[in-house]
Every structure is written in structure tokens, then in C-alpha cells.
């Protein structure tokens, strides 16, 4: 029994602070110190074979049965091991990592009569490991990210921002031009022109919701802001047609007035784009209990192809939206920043019969709930 007759000796491994312990020939505990007691979180039984860890797993998570500890190896083939790593799990269920250093122990005749082992704790390194890992990688993601997010928003501004200088060029330098000429290239002006303002508005906005910026919010009858902007869009989409029913009785929330604007717009410029000119767009407004509730309705392509978990993230477009137009994907990630910023909830679901329902909902102003 190696350390047990020498009194000093033992006193000397408790002062330590790592865990140690000794097992004889046949691999049963004969000595453990109280650091080894704390690490393992039990105090074995004398006698209990090779380890007096609870349970014991490969530094990668697979499980190990007691005799395949390394202190086993060091015995049975009477070799040192150095800097073996594993991970142990404790009887209230925390876990440590650690390094073992187990060796053989011999007797005068060279006898091999037991082993001894080293539990070097390193589970607070693991730990700074795994998030300096995680850190890079996180890194390294977001510069993909960046980088993809830059070659998408210079794609989408270069395309408006060519036609508008082509054609002022054009206006520029050509002074004999046919009338209807010249008007078609200043209506290709000024709808890159609102598409770039668009893209741009709603980048602004994203970021301004996404560092958390106040809102100025007062009572806004929903009604009347959808009428005027239906309006709005509607002279600036021709031959397009909306369709409205808005509730006749005062619907009100608390908002900002050109939040509410930029969520119709984006909406109806989303059913304008992926449904066909001809095609009616339905705007509906109604109160249901303590919402007011505000749905868009086309017959275009739909979304059933779309990945519902990722619909309402920054720059995803579905497969059948990126083959009919271009578009950077954040139109609905706006909505969705702007609905959470007013505490109501957005939704976008295909439409019995064909194309998308989307839509939003905010809480009803305490005068209108009441």
C-alpha cells in the first residue's frame, strides 16, 4: 500500500493542491488526497478500482470505462503516460476537465507494485479555450457576413445608380430627343430614384432599430395613414390597383407616423413586386380585441418555398423571388424591427388560392381599447 506507512509523506501530498492518488498491483485505490476528494466531488471507498471519478469520458465526450483509464495503461504496461486529457463528470452532475500524469510505482527488485496519478484540473482553461474558439469563429462568420452583406448592398445600388447617370447623361448630352423619349428615360430616373431611396431608408432604419434608438411615439389613426399611403403607391405604381376596407369605426395605436408608412410601403412594394401588374392588391384594416390589424393580400408567387425560420431575417430572399427581381432581402426584416419596437407581432403566410398574405398587428391606444 504505497504512501500508507509513511505518515509525512501523506501529509505532504494533502498540503498539495492537485489532486493525487496511488492504486495497487491489481489497480485498487490505496491513497487519495483531499485535493482529489474535491476535484472528483466523492470520497471513494477503499479499494474501488483505478479512479475515484464518478463517471469518466475522452476529452471529446465519449464515454470511458474505469479500466480504460490512463492510469491503467501506465500499470498494466508498466510505462509512464504524460499529459493524458479526459473529462469526469460528478455525482450532482458538474463537470471537470483534466490532464493526467500517471506512472508506474516499483518495489527495491524492480517490481511493479502499484502506480501513481497527477489529475492536473484544467476545466477553467477548457472553458477559456472554448470561448476564445468560439470567439474566432463567431469572427470569422461575421466577416463573411460583412463581406457578402457588401457585395449584396453594392450590386443593389450600383444597378439603380447606372441607370439614373446613364440617363441623365443621356438628357445631358442629347438635345434633340423625341418627347416620349425623354420622358420614358425620366420616369426610369425617378423610379431608380425611389428604389434607391427605398433600399437606402431601409438600411437606415434597420440600424437605427437595431441599436435600440427611442421611438417618438403619439396616437396615429390607422385608418387614415393607410388610406394616405395606399394613395401614395398607388400613383407611383400605375397600372397597378389596390383594393381597400378599412374598418369604419377609429382604430388607433401608439406609433411613429413614418415607421407605420415605412411598414405599408414595404408590404405593398413586396406585393408589387412578386405578383402581376394586372393583378389587384387587397389592403385590409380591421380591430380584432386589443389589436389593430393591417393585412396586405396578393395573388403572386407565394412563399411556399420559403424557410419560415429565416423569413423575417436580414437579406433572405426565397429561391422563387431571386429568379422574378432584385432585391437585397429587407424589406420584412424592417417590418419586423419596427412591429417589435411597438410591442405587436408580423406574419407572412401563402394565400388560400395562391400568393401572400402578409401583415401586421399592434396594440389597440388605451382610449380605443377601452
Known sequence: MPFRSNPDLEMLLNALGVAVYTTDATGAITFFNEAAVTFWGRRPEPGEAWTGAWRLFHAGGQSVAPEEDPIATALTEDRAISGAEGELERPDGSRGAFISYPAPLHNGSGEVIGAINVLVDVTERRKTEEALWTAAEALAASNVVKDEF???????????????FGNAQLLREKATLADAERQAMLADIAEESSRLHGIIENLLLLTRLGS???????PQLI?????????????????????????????????????????LDNLLSNADKYSPPESP?????????????????????GIEDADESKLFTAFYRTEAAKTRTNGLGIGLAVCQRIVDSLGGRVWAQPREGGGTEAGFALPLAEATAD
Open 281 to 301: 392588391i387587397e389592403v385590409v384594416v380591421t380591430s380584432e380585441g386589443n389589436e389593430a390589424m393591417v393585412t396586405v393580400l396578393d395573388r403572386g408567387i
Open 223 to 263: 385608418g387614415r395613414v393607410v388610406r394616405s399611403e395606399a394613395a401614395a403607391f398607388e400613383r407611383h405604381h400605375v397600372p397597378r390597383t389596390l383594393s381597400l376596407w378599412i374598418d369604419p369605426s377609429p382604430v388607433v395605436v401608439e406609433a411613429d407616423r413614418s415607421h407605420l408608412e415605412m411598414l
Open 150 to 164: 457588401l457585395g449584396l448592398v453594392s450590386h443593389e445600388l450600383r444597378t439603380p445608380v447606372t441607370t439614373i
Open 212 to 218: 435600440g434608438s427611442e421611438l417618438d411615439l403619439e
